[in-house]
Each structure stands twice: as C-alpha cells, then as structure tokens.
C-alpha cells in the first residue's frame, strides 16, 4: 500500500510539472529583482529555480548550523540505551546495586524514562530499600500514572501488602486504565485481606499437640 502511495504521489508531482512547463512554455513571463541598484531579469522559470536554489542552500546551511546539536543527541541517546540494556542485564544477573545506579542515570532520557524508573525500583526492592523504589517510581510524570501505579501494586504484591496494592490501582480509571489493571483487581478482589504472610515465623506447636 505504501509502495502504490508514494507511486501516485511521484505521478501527481510528475504531471503537476509537465502541466507547468506547457504553460511556461506558452507564457515564459518576466521576473525582475533589484536589489541595492542590482537588477536581475529573467523568465518566471529561471526565476522559480533561483527561488529552489536559495532554499535549498538556506536548508544546507540550516543542517549544517544544527550538526553539532544532532550529534550530541544522538550520543546521548546512544549511552542512555548502552546503560539501560546494562542495568537491565546487571538486575538479570542479580547485581542490584550496580543495576540501579546505572537504570537511574538512563531514566534521565525521556524516552527510557518508563522502563528505567520501574526496572531501578525493582532492583531498589530486591536489595531491601522500599523508600528508594517507591521514589524511583514517584519520580515517573503524570502521563505515566498507569505504569506507576502498576509497579507500587507488583511491589505491594510481592510484600503481601495487599491493601497497599489496591490503594495504588485505586486512582486510575477504569476506562482507561490498561487491561493488567483490571486483571490485577479482579485478583486482589478474590484475595482474602487475612491471607497469612509469607514472612510471617511458623506458628508454634500447640503444646497438647504431643500428648495426642
């Protein structure tokens, strides 16, 4: 479909300049230019191409003035992504500290910022600093509420803090929330709030127990 699209456009352009021709040819017409007692005469077609000539020189320069800034931003780009495929693999191979710090310094690109933020406070949670993965997670914009919202829930989960989880899913709309989180409250709603806690000691025998 795009192949024909950018087929019809070529023809569309190529007609366009075949009908323009015809009529330049018909009536070539006059441009004048002065400027500071210089005075330029030509056709309307020699005109239109010096037209095409300054723009595309003002657009050369234009590119040109604006290099250095591309570079830089693709370097950046390029070391955001390096620290966050790294920081995803040290958080792989357990290294959480190492993991976080390195996710925390490529949230900084806007475009790794969703990822980074919920992949550091998981290695924040795992290596038992809850504060600095709930603001790993707080410091995500507000365009990012659900994916917010979905991490402090998976962290609430792994706690067994059940009530915490549905306070962080409890904000969002449930119109426009994504289809996890429906499926994560439809969980915590058949969860029993007395469920008993995984890091809760074994209840200690009875002691009639042994003389049964």
Not at 48 to 73: D, E, V
Not at 196 to 206: G, I, K, L
Request: negative net charge.
């Amino acid at each position: 479909m795009t192949l024909f699209r950018n087929l019809l456009l070529w023809l569309l352009f190529a007609l366009s300049g075949a009908l323009l021709a015809q009529a330049l040819i018909q009536d070539p017409g006059f441009v004048l230019v002065r400027y500071l007692g210089t005075e330029i005469e030509t056709t309307l077609a020699g005109g239109l191409l010096m037209l095409c000539l300054a723009l595309g020189a003002l657009w050369g320069l234009w590119k040109l003035a604006t290099l250095p800034f591309r570079l830089w931003r693709s370097r950046r780009e390029r070391a955001a992504r390096a620290r966050l495929a790294d920081g995803l693999d040290a958080l792989h191979r357990g290294e959480h500290a190492k993991a976080e710090s390195l996710l925390d310094v490529a949230a900084q690109d806007p475009q790794f910022a969703v990822v980074a933020r919920v992949a550091a406070a998981r290695a924040a949670h795992a290596r038992g600093d809850l504060a600095a993965a709930v603001a790993h997670l707080q410091a995500l914009p507000e365009r990012h509420a659900a994916s917010r919202a979905l991490a402090l829930a998976d962290l609430a989960l792994t706690d067994g803090r059940l009530d915490d989880a549905r306070d962080a899913l409890a904000s969002l709309d449930a119109q426009n929330a994504p289809p996890r989180v429906a499926t994560l409250r439809a969980m915590l709603d058949g969860t029993p709030d007395d469920m008993p806690d995984n890091d809760a000691p074994p209840a200690e025998p009875s002691p009639l127990a042994g003389d049964r």
